[in-house]
């Protein structure tokens, strides 16, 4: 059973408790207050030390790297911490809502005049005849 980051606390509403970041979640690290790279919580634990936690992240840019950090709870779910005296910040990514509203210069810009002349081309046809 994986550990909950934060136990019940009569001061958070639902909406709070929602954003908190958890396993699987994509985060932006900010370095000095700018944004540096996009990594994922792989795993959270709990570390020796009460309300410390080791969070095990991958940070996703090539090479792909994993570090582990100790970070308290509140620094897990965006609040400013620092490492060697350089503030840091981990912000958790939410996708955004779909518009259904579509972007005319895209739509003119893909869309052929003369859709009948298209030709489906079947790869396992090509395959077949190679």
Partial sequence: MKPFLILFRPEFDNEVIQKM???????????????????????????????????????????????????????????????????????????PENSKKEDPLLKKKFVKKDSHSAKVISLTDMKKNS
């Avoid at 996009?38 to 959270?44: D, K, L, N």
């Avoid at 030390?49 to 950090?69: F, N």
Wanted: charged share 25%; proline share 4%.
């Fill in 21 to 95: 970041s958890q396993e699987n979640d994509i985060v932006l690290l900010y370095v000095e207050e700018n944004p540096l790279v996009f990594v994922r919580i792989e795993e959270i634990s709990p570390d020796v030390k009460a309300g410390w936690y080791r969070i095990k992240l991958l940070i996703l840019q090539l090479p792909l790297q994993t570090v582990t950090w100790i970070l308290r709870d509140s620094y897990i779910n965006g609040d400013t911490f620092t490492m060697d005296g350089k503030k840091m910040k981990l912000e958790r990514v939410v996708c």
